[in-house]
């Protein structure tokens, strides 16, 4: 039985991802239902706030707040031609120019850190922690929540975020519980290891919705028929087929620094580069598309419970950019150029280098760095984001095709396709975008397209999040010509 060894993170007063996970997708299996009682509900409150029988629309209580996320800037909406033609018409990696439009967004600063990251394996860890211990022990106040009724733990389980973990605990039911966790005596040779962690538990388990293949509209005359054919399947069916459970380990490949390079002695990045404190802010890398991915996800979770919890709706999930979005970005307002700081040179009049990358012929330190640096170690570009142009090359989500630029919309451009276990590997290849700090400068520039397996880590690949930005409704009011909508 894997019950404990699969990451079930239920939080407590809808701290918990989980909660909010089921809750929408309780919401989308019972939409029919919903929309049913919605009727009812809309009636009576016509009749209570009934605007004297006018078309008023419905009373939403829920206020609107709109936050800055915390580490993002905003990125407008824009139009803007993708692609290095304009500027470098023989470069054979640049992707077809093409103009295209994009709706605003919010976008990390920075490369997300290790220490970021290491926000994401802790919860994790802690989460199958609580779920060991409650076979064993109640703590003080639970390791699981229970219902204040009935006493009985909900099912499926929350975790009581608030009870400690006893690690260093001497009972040895505790420490029994605990040892599923935690590597043999043999094998704890890691530095900076927390606790001995086996990472090979540290499964974070999650479900997704497949929203473009609910889209598709069904056959007429298919369970409804009718008035309701050809209606997606949001309205005319069953949703459980649209969601897909997904489990990912979430720890960092840190031996990514022995494998890529032979005849090399990097042992010591592999002790080192995801643990010691020394490098909280350098950007993770050893991380696949597939667990960025899962990240967030579960960054999304954290926020939404936590919104949730205090009575604010809740927000957009975090993703991985479309490279379309990437890249105008990148570009920071500047266009036609191949650099985010603008101009074709990677180095400023003064000589100085404006990237982590690998200058010159071959010299990886002239610009400081060596390895990955520091985030923000070089200047912002106008949007205020850094290191759009090495440091890390950056997972985008989109499947990688060297002619997508040809055929994807030009409206918010996306080339999605979930590869399935059985595919080739040619179908799992995910587009990175930006270079890093093993590239030479013109792969460096923000039109440059590489691509890498879903499933394949490396040390020059991390990621950073975008999130869909909501406009304020009194802004986005502003611009009515009719006086009652603004
Ligand atoms: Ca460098
Ligand atoms: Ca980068």
Same mark, same amino acid.
């Given at each position: ?17 989980? #909660? ?7 919401? #989308? ?22 605007? %004297? ?56 600063? !920075? ?23 409650? %076979? ?15 006493? =009985? ?16 605990? @001497? ?17 704890? *040779?890691?530095? *900076? ?34 008035? $309701? ?18 489990? !990912? ?18 042992? $010591? ?24 991915? @899962? ?22 999930? $975090? &993703?991985?950019?479309? =490279? ?28 100085? #280098? ?5 200058? &010159?012929?071959?010299?990886?330190? @002239? ?10 170690? #070089? ?14 090359? =950056? ?26 276990? %059985? %595919?080739? @590997? ?24 590489? *691509? &890498?397996? &879903? ?32």
């Amino acid at each position: 039985m894997v019950h404990h060894g699969i990451c079930i993170k239920i939080n407590t007063n809808y701290n918990n991802p989980y #909660f909010l996970a089921f809750s929408k997708i309780i919401t #989308f299996i019972k939409m029919k239902k919903i929309v049913l009682i919605a009727c009812v509900l809309l009636g009576l409150a016509a009749c209570k706030n009934s605007g %004297d029988g006018q078309l008023v629309g419905v009373n939403n209580k829920t206020k609107f707040v709109s936050f800055t996320p915390y580490g993002m800037v905003y990125i407008p909406t824009g139009h803007v031609l993708l692609g290095g033609g304009e500027s470098d018409p023989t470069l054979a990696f640049a992707p077809q120019p093409r103009p295209v439009s994009i709706t605003h967004f919010w976008m990390d600063e !920075t490369e997300i850190t290790n220490n970021k990251y290491r926000q994401f394996v802790y919860w994790v860890r802690d989460s199958i922690a609580h779920h060991l211990l409650a %076979d064993v022990t109640d703590g003080k106040n639970g390791h699981l929540r229970k219902d204040k009724k009935s006493g =009985e733990v909900f099912d499926p389980p929350l975790v009581n975020w608030n009870e400690e973990i006893p690690w260093n605990s @001497a009972d040895e039911d505790i420490q029994q519980a605990l040892s599923e966790l935690r590597n043999s005596i043999s094998t704890r *040779y890691y530095h *900076y290891r927390p606790l001995g962690i086996n990472a090979a538990r540290l499964n974070y388990e999650y479900w997704t919705f497949d929203y473009e293949a609910a889209a598709k509209k069904e056959k007429a005359g298919s369970e409804i028929g009718g008035m $309701f054919a050809n209606r997606p399947s949001q309205v005319s069916g069953n949703l459980d087929k649209f969601i897909k459970r997904e489990i !990912t380990n979430v720890y960092p490949d840190t031996l990514v620094w022995i494998y890529e390079f032979t005849y090399s002695d990097n042992e $010591f990045m592999t002790r080192n580069y995801f643990s010691h404190p020394q490098y909280n802010h350098y950007p993770v890398v050893g991380v696949n598309w597939v667990q960025a991915q @899962a990240f967030c996800h579960w960054r999304s979770q954290l926020r939404n419970s936590w919104l949730l919890s205090r009575g604010y709706p809740i927000e957009e999930d $975090f &993703q991985l950019p479309y =490279e379309a979005q990437w890249e105008w970005a990148a570009r920071g307002g500047l266009p036609g150029n191949p650099y985010p700081w603008g101009g074709p040179y990677p180095s400023n009049q003064n000589g100085c #280098f404006l990237a982590n990358f690998k200058p &010159q012929r071959g010299n990886f330190v @002239a610009d400081g760095s060596l390895y990955p640096a520091v985030v923000a170690s #070089f200047d912002a570009n106008d949007w205020g984001l850094y290191d759009m142009s090495g440091n890390v090359a =950056e997972w985008c989500k989109d499947t990688y095709s060297p002619s997508s630029s040809g055929f994807v919309s030009d409206m918010n451009p996306a080339y999605r396709y979930k590869a399935l276990p %059985d %595919d080739p @590997a040619g179908k799992k290849m995910k587009v990175v975008r930006g270079g890093s700090w093993k590239d030479i400068s013109k792969y460096i520039t923000v039109y440059y397209k590489d *691509y &890498q397996y &879903q499933d394949t880590c490396t040390s020059y690949i991390g990621f950073r999040c975008i999130q869909p930005a909501m406009v304020n409704p009194k802004e986005a009011n502003k611009g009515s010509g009719s006086k009652i909508y603004r």
